[in-house]
């Protein structure tokens, strides 16, 4: 069985919508192939703002995972295969901030296609 790894990596600017509103992040998705299913591995991220902010994990449209990360600081989750995401599956992930912070967040999420 041939291993692809993946990966959702980028440097996002925000601005918080309310911590109950997470904000999509562009370019922050993936979709397995269909031919495919594929396992989140890791996920390392960094906060530039002043106060706490998390991801959130959507799959197909739904809260999967949250990760919270403190006020400029950084979060390593191994995630190491957790769960299987099923051929066609879309993952997003989305930022939660209080209303009106702005900043960056710099995202490296692993996954490996199988």
């Known amino acids: ?10 440097v996002y600017s925000f601005k918080g919508a309310g911590l109950e ?22 996920l390392r991220a960094g ?8 991801l959130v994990l959507h799959r197909d449209g739904k809260p999967m995972r949250y990760f919270p990360i403190g006020a400029r600081a950084s979060v390593h989750v191994p995630l190491v295969i957790v769960e299987d995401l099923h051929p066609e599956t879309r993952v997003e992930l989305l930022v939660g901030a209080p209303e009106g912070v702005p900043g960056w967040v710099i995202v490296d999420m692993g996954l490996v296609e199988i």
């Open 47 to 54: 906060n530039s703002a002043p106060e706490l902010v998390y």
């Open 1 to 10: 069985m041939l291993e692809t790894p993946q990966f959702i990596q980028g």
């Open 21 to 42: 509103r997470p904000v999509a992040l562009a370019g922050g998705d993936y979709t397995v192939p269909g031919d495919k299913r594929a396992q989140l591995t890791y």
